[in-house]
């Protein structure tokens, strides 16, 4: 058997800007471990092989992916698991089923863990955020619906999302109703405006540019003493994101960087 690092291997694919397809998968491969494209090939077919990797047909073209056909433990509470998959959870572990799609939000992309590992840390290591329990929440961006779910499996009474991608839309109701929630998420086609909600909870996944030009909107729904959870930023953004949110009024709890990206918990003051 060829020789390699298989976290490092996952990570070539974590760290990608774009999909990769097979062929680019396997020169990135054979580039990180000085390996001839033979060489390359078979490690592709053994991460394929212990289904660490899958292969996904897209828009014509066929492009590698991180598997879903097993269990990941992705925070000390939350699991993601495919909805034909038994649970090996234990009794105070969570789990989130999600159907393979295009839609993002899979939760082996960085930006993603960092969001359920501050979902993980408000709700089950901070005591002044019990009183998020019960309350709701607002989820923009919300892709394959993964946020929204976790807060809601996490104690949230209800939440409202939003996605502009029909696609995603589709994927994210399916992946609500896979998880019993349909009585609780509601997902909307279309952008998040300024209305009237009252929230104890926002999480936003996306790049810096939109959650700048979306934060008086975010602030207009969130509630003061809600938290507010942000993600999708490189880490050379994360000061001016900081410094920006703080200037409205937000103070910073906690933050974290995976891989070049960052993410940042944030209260409303009252």
């Not at 800007?17 to 097979?22: E, K």
């Not at 212990?50 to 992705?74: C, H, N, W």
């Not at 799609?101 to 590992?117: A, D, E, K, N, Y």
């Not at 501050?118 to 901070?126: G, I, V, Y």
């Amino acid at each position: 058997m060829i020789p390699f690092d298989r976290n490092r291997a996952l990570d070539i694919l974590n760290n990608a800007t774009a999909r990769l397809t097979a062929r680019a998968y396997i020169h990135e491969i054979g580039r990180e471990f000085s390996l001839t494209p033979f060489q390359a090939k078979k490690v592709l077919k053994t991460l394929v092989e212990i289904q660490d990797v899958a292969y996904q047909d897209l828009y014509g073209s066929t492009y590698v992916m991180e598997s879903f056909s097993k269990p990941v433990r992705i925070t000390d509470r939350f699991f993601i698991l495919p909805p034909d998959v038994a649970s090996i959870a234990g009794s105070n572990d969570i789990d989130i089923r999600i159907s393979a799609g295009i839609s993002f939000g899979s939760g082996h992309h960085p930006t993603t863990r960092l969001c359920l590992t501050a979902l993980d840390r408000l709700f089950f290591s901070t005591g002044p955020a019990i009183h998020l329990q019960g309350g709701k929440a607002g989820d923009i961006g919300t892709g394959s619906g993964v946020l929204a779910m976790a807060a809601c499996l996490a104690g949230m009474s209800r939440c409202t999302a939003w996605e502009t991608d029909p696609n995603a839309v589709s994927e994210a109701r399916r992946n609500v109703a896979a998880n019993g929630l349909e009585d609780r998420i509601k997902i909307i086609h279309g952008i998040m405006t300024a209305q009237d909600l009252r929230l104890s909870l926002v999480m936003a996944n996306l790049r810096f540019p939109t959650l700048k030009q979306i934060a008086p909107d975010i602030d207009s729904i969130l509630v003061p003493g809600g938290h507010l959870i942000l993600s999708g930023v490189r880490v050379w953004e994360m000061d001016n994101l900081k410094t920006h949110y703080s200037a409205m009024g937000f103070s910073i709890d906690w933050e974290r960087e995976e891989k070049m990206w960052g993410a940042v918990t944030l209260t409303k003051k009252p």
